[in-house]
């Protein structure tokens, strides 16, 4: 998740709060090899979205093929990586959906990105909302989590699925070898899993996920 104030500031991080701030100055001095970049990369994206048709596979079939072909297995729910990425999409989950439940704490505003006080005051008032998220039941929002990876010499794909809410996603690392590996991979999990009419029509956030893929 990232977000962006009209100062070129970007906080970068995940439902449990964000890990980074960078303050980059205005989008418009940035360096042209970057400017260049992102021209290409929007070049790319609509490129894609031309190319994009709908042809559908449910979050078991796309399970199933990769397994098949990649060699994916799942990843036991008492496994530390498991746990925190529940914990993640637990607290996400909330944030979209039941943010009533948090209270004052639903909404908390963005720090003054140059004030240290300010930006601690922001991290303490995140971490003590995921804190607040944690020890609430699982049964107000009903959830059916699984992570799955695929390895590569030690390096791993995860892959993680909700088959309540219909998430869908992906996250690796490694050396430029495996990434190029893990990417073109991801690319092919994402396109079998694929998009319905109606996400191309709205734009969904499967759509979305979709073409970012094929274009990065």
């Given amino acids: 998740m990232e977000q962006k104030s009209k100062n070129g500031v ?7 709060g964000p890990t980074s701030i960078f303050i980059a100055g205005p989008s418009e001095k940035q360096p042209l090899k970057v400017r260049i970049k992102n ?3 929007r070049y790319k994206r609509i490129k894609v979205e031309k190319t994009i048709v709908a042809n559908p596979h449910s979050l078991s079939e796309t399970v199933q093929y990769a397994k098949e072909k990649y060699g994916l297995t799942e990843t036991a729910p008492g496994n530390r990586e498991y746990i925190e990425q529940i914990k993640c999409l637990k607290e996400s989950l909330i944030l979209q959906h039941e943010p009533e439940l948090l209270g004052e704490m639903k ?5 003054d990105y140059f004030n240290e006080a300010s930006v601690i005051e922001y991290f303490g008032k995140t971490k003590t909302r995921s804190e607040m ?57 994402y396109s079998y899993y694929g ?16 073409v970012t893929s094929l274009s990065s």
Avoid at 10 to 16: L, R, T, V
Avoid at 195 to 210: A, F
């Fill in 39 to 41: 021209s290409i990369y």
């Fill in 195 to 210: 998009v319905t009419e109606e996400d191309i029509i709205n734009k969904t956030e499967r759509y979305s996920s979709l």
């Fill in 10 to 16: 970007s906080i970068i991080g995940g439902a449990d």
């Fill in 133 to 189: 998220i944690a020890e609430m039941p699982d049964s107000i929002i009903p959830m059916d989590f699984h992570l799955y990876k695929i390895e590569i010499n030690d390096n791993f794909l995860e892959m993680e699925i909700d088959y309540t809410w219909n998430i869908f996603g992906m996250s690796y690392s490694g050396n430029k070898a495996v990434m190029k590996k893990f990417k073109k991979i991801a690319r092919d999990l």
């Fill in 107 to 111: 909404d908390i505003s963005l720090p």
